[in-house]
């Protein structure tokens, strides 16, 4: 598959990738290698990465705990401390393998060590691989409110090796998928219709989808890279869907949900909202909502959550002049963006959602 430019950063795919990485570190002459992973990263996809990786430099090797529960400052000053300690200088490059907290918070790392060092992304999630690969946002949560704290800033490449994919258990795939589904729901009806039938998709199939979505995502980040307008249309699903990942991820009787499981939730009840305030089809939020639906399973929702989860909505980094705004779909294909939702449109979305 060709490899995509996007901004300051290339993407290569499958073993084009090595080729390339090998290439990008002989001509830059790095003074140490520093490669970032969780223990999941480490044990499941390192041994492969460093078979491929062809250089008599340096390695050291940084291990975080996995999990967005981890990515935090806290993590981040670890990991300033490890690289400090292990005599990083301002010519390291940081290689971040793993899902998307890795390639998030090791992207701020080296963002801000020494004010900036070299740092290559290896997605090793479908998740990080259509969605954190690309627009180069890097940062960290605050609390449980989620990327609150980061810059935007591009990797120098970005190597998606859909090998990677057979260590991940299926929810991931699920999960990943989820940001798959959005961008054919914001873009349009070609892309969408290929996943309507998602009992018969395949790992096998995945490569085109992936080269499809990240394809998808470089073509609006490169027309607005700093949400300004249109990169805003990413976050269909998210202005709920976080707040619901948030509560979930902040409260012991729940049981965590993966970032896809909840922004399935978010374009669900935003689908509803965009019938109500922008005339998009009922059917087609009919048809969504069973979609998800049949794929993701149903959350529970008591009375006590809706109303924190409301509350948790404030943080939502679209916001501004104390506006909540959320993007909503007129068509497939076919959003606007700051859009404002009374909190009785969203409590009745959640009753779309149950009922």
Same mark, same amino acid.
């Given at each position: 598959?060709?490899?995509?430019k ?23 002459n790095?003074?140490?290698?520093f490669?970032?992973v ?7 996809c390192?041994?492969?990465f ?7 430099k340096?390695i ?6 996995s ?5 935090t400052?806290d ?7 490890? &690289?400090?300690? /292990? *005599? ?5 490059l940081m %290689? ?5 907290? #890795?390639? +998030? ?26 969605d ?9 949560d ?5 990327n ?9 490449l ?5 090998q ?6 299926k929810e ?5 998928l ?5 961008h ?15 009992s018969?998709?395949? &790992?096998?199939? /995945? *490569?085109e ?5 990240? %394809?998808i995502?470089?073509d609006v980040i #490169?027309? +607005?890279p700093y949400?300004d ?5 990413l976050?269909f ?25 909840a922004?399935?939730i ?5 689908s ?8 998009f089809?009922?059917e087609r ?5 069973t979609?998800?639906i049949?794929?993701y399973?149903?959350?529970e ?7 924190k989860?409301v ?8 916001n501004n002049?104390g506006?909540?705004n ?7 294909g ?8 009374n909190? +009785?449109?969203?409590?009745?979305a ?6």
């Open positions: 598959m060709d490899s995509i996007a901004n300051d950063s290339l993407i290569h795919f499958n073993d084009k990738s090595y080729n390339s990485l090998n290439q990008y570190v002989k001509e830059n790095f003074s140490k290698i490669i970032l969780d223990e999941n990263t480490h044990e499941y390192l041994p492969k460093l078979e491929k990786l062809d250089t008599d340096i050291e090797i940084i291990e975080i705990e999990g967005e529960v981890n990515k400052i993590t981040c000053v670890g990991v300033w401390n490890a &690289l400090s300690e /292990l *005599d990083a200088d301002r010519k390291s %290689i971040n393998i793993g899902g998307g907290v #890795i390639t +998030d918070l090791g992207g701020f790392v080296a963002c801000t060590f020494k004010r900036g060092i070299a740092f290559v992304n290896v997605p090793t999630t479908l998740l990080s691989m259509v954190a690969s690309v627009g180069g946002k890097t940062g960290v605050l609390g449980h409110i989620k609150q704290v980061g810059v935007i800033k591009d990797p120098n970005v190597l998606i090796d859909s990677y994919l057979n260590t991940l258990p991931q795939i699920r999960s990943g989820a940001e798959m589904l959005k054919g729901l914001i873009t349009g009806e070609s892309y969408w219709n290929k996943f309507q039938d998602l018969q998709l395949h &790992l096998n199939d /995945l *490569d989808l992936i080269h499809e979505s990240v %394809i995502k470089r #490169i027309q +607005d949400e307008g249109l990169r805003k249309t976050n699903g998210h202005t709920l869907g976080h707040a619901i990942e948030s509560y979930f991820l902040s409260n012991e009787d729940k049981t965590t949900l993966l970032h896809g499981e922004i399935a978010g374009m669900i009840l935003e509803y909202i965009s019938t109500e305030l922008l005339q089809s009922k939020a009919e048809s969504i909502k979609l998800f049949n794929y399973g149903k959350v929702f008591k009375d006590e959550d809706l109303s989860i509350e948790l909505l404030k943080y939502d980094k679209k002049h506006n909540i959320f993007v909503l779909l007129e068509s497939i076919k959003c606007k963006i700051d859009c404002l939702v909190n +009785d449109l969203i409590l009745n959640f009753e779309f959602y149950s009922n």
